[in-house]
């Protein structure tokens, strides 16, 4: 029995998130006293991927798995499976992997439990802490399967750092034809994506138009921050849906949330409030968003982020 832990490339490089995937196996193969197996398909180098211990790296290069396909991807991962004698996979928990885990469930006939936040409090019988209710509770699920598929909620396991000297290795693949055309559905229209981002920047109708999102582009830019926005810009064409966050659109778990003229729905707060740290900025000393929050600035969107912009650049020149 191994463990398989399935990372996700960005124009040839890992995901951010591949590093707390990796850390996350390693944790479990330790546990299971097994070996852990990274698999990736077409990363230019892999030299990175040691640092957090896997023991062997499969990588497969092939023109055909360079864009996300869940018919191709899934039943490429279960051969890797069948040939590797593997038992646990682990995934992450982006919107790819999501809609990949169905698929890859069935092919290789195992228990899938999503936004997993911890290693198994139990090994005899196999149970997992997931996130639950849009964050609101965790719940214990217990798998009976010899066969387990794992999702990680991102940024709740986090990084380990474990150096190891993984072997290279390669298998006989073969590529299915697939009548199906699947695109990423990560796209956004940031240099980051909302799946890799420490930092989101978001934006609600408080900016008044798709004109004025300069100032939010400028602050993500000078953060190293997402862009994202509230449902009613998506809904009204300001921005693409893809940058939608909330219970509604993508749920965030980022280092630091930074909402700019939202006012806090609902249905906002309950995606972003695995978020460790928040922030907003709102006219309104009103909006609901204060409440949750962990720090709040009351004010105009126009007068503060230009300079909170010019305060951040000057730190960052002092301190580089």
């Given at each position: 029995?191994?463990?398989?832990?399935?990372?996700?490339?960005?124009?040839?490089?890992?995901?951010?998130?591949?590093?707390?995937?990796?850390?996350?196996?390693?944790g479990l193969?330790?546990?299971?006293?097994?070996?852990?197996?990274?698999?990736?398909?077409?990363?230019?180098?892999?030299?990175?991927?040691?640092?957090?211990?896997?023991?062997?790296?499969?990588?497969?290069?092939?023109?055909?798995?360079?864009?996300?396909?869940?018919?191709?991807?899934?039943?490429?991962?279960?051969?890797?499976?069948?040939?590797?004698?593997?038992?646990?996979?682990?995934?992450?928990?982006?919107?790819?992997?999501?809609?990949?885990?169905?698929?890859?469930?069935?092919?290789?006939?195992?228990?899938?439990?999503?936004?997993?936040?911890?290693?198994?409090?139990?090994l005899e019988?196999?149970?997992?802490?997931?996130?639950?209710?849009?964050?609101?509770?965790?719940?214990?699920?217990?798998?009976?399967?010899?066969?387990?598929?794992?999702?990680?909620?991102?940024?709740?396991?986090?990084?380990?750092?474990?150096?190891?000297?993984?072997?290279?290795?390669?298998?006989?693949?073969?590529?299915p034809d697939?009548?199906?055309?699947?695109?990423?559905?990560?796209?956004?229209?940031?240099?980051?994506?909302?799946?890799?981002?420490?930092?989101?920047?978001?934006?609600?109708?408080?900016?008044?138009?798709?004109?004025?999102?300069?100032?939010?582009?400028?602050?993500?830019?000078?953060?190293?921050?997402?862009?994202?926005?509230?449902?009613?810009?998506?809904?009204?064409?300001?921005?693409?849906?893809?940058?939608?966050?909330?219970?509604?659109?993508?749920?965030?778990?980022?280092?630091?949330?930074?909402?700019?003229?939202?006012?806090?729905?609902?249905?906002?707060?309950?995606?972003?409030?695995?978020?460790?740290?928040?922030?907003?900025?709102?006219?309104?000393?009103?909006?609901?968003?204060?409440?949750?929050?962990?720090?709040?600035?009351?004010?105009?969107?126009?007068?503060?982020?230009?300079?909170?912009?010019?305060?951040?650049?000057?730190?960052?020149?002092?301190?580089?």
């Open positions: 029995m191994a463990v398989l832990a399935y990372i996700e490339s960005n124009k040839s490089k890992p995901k951010k998130n591949s590093y707390e995937i990796i850390s996350y196996g390693r193969a330790d546990k299971l006293s097994t070996e852990l197996i990274v698999l990736s398909f077409n990363i230019d180098s892999v030299e990175d991927l040691s640092n957090y211990g896997p023991d062997k790296i499969l990588n497969i290069k092939n023109n055909d798995l360079s864009n996300f396909n869940i018919q191709k991807y899934a039943d490429v991962i279960a051969q890797a499976c069948n040939s590797l004698s593997i038992d646990i996979i682990i995934i992450g928990g982006s919107a790819d992997s999501k809609y990949l885990a169905p698929s890859l469930s069935v092919k290789t006939n195992s228990s899938y439990v999503s936004n997993v936040v911890e290693l198994p409090s139990s019988p196999f149970t997992l802490k997931r996130s639950t209710y849009s964050n609101k509770a965790f719940s214990d699920i217990t798998i009976k399967n010899e066969k387990k598929l794992i999702g990680i909620y991102n940024n709740s396991f986090g990084i380990v750092e474990k150096k190891s000297n993984p072997e290279l290795i390669s298998i006989d693949i073969i590529i697939s009548t199906l055309t699947t695109d990423s559905v990560e796209h956004g229209s940031g240099d980051i994506s909302i799946a890799d981002a420490d930092i989101v920047v978001s934006a609600g109708r408080g900016l008044k138009g798709p004109e004025n999102w300069n100032i939010i582009e400028d602050l993500a830019k000078t953060l190293g921050a997402a862009t994202a926005c509230s449902k009613p810009v998506s809904d009204m064409g300001w921005r693409p849906h893809s940058e939608h966050v909330g219970q509604t659109g993508k749920p965030v778990a980022t280092n630091l949330y930074i909402a700019i003229g939202i006012s806090g729905a609902i249905q906002h707060l309950a995606g972003v409030s695995s978020s460790k740290v928040k922030v907003v900025i709102n006219t309104d000393p009103e909006a609901p968003f204060f409440k949750a929050a962990d720090y709040g600035i009351i004010g105009d969107a126009f007068d503060v982020v230009p300079k909170l912009n010019e305060k951040l650049k000057v730190f960052k020149a002092g301190n580089n």
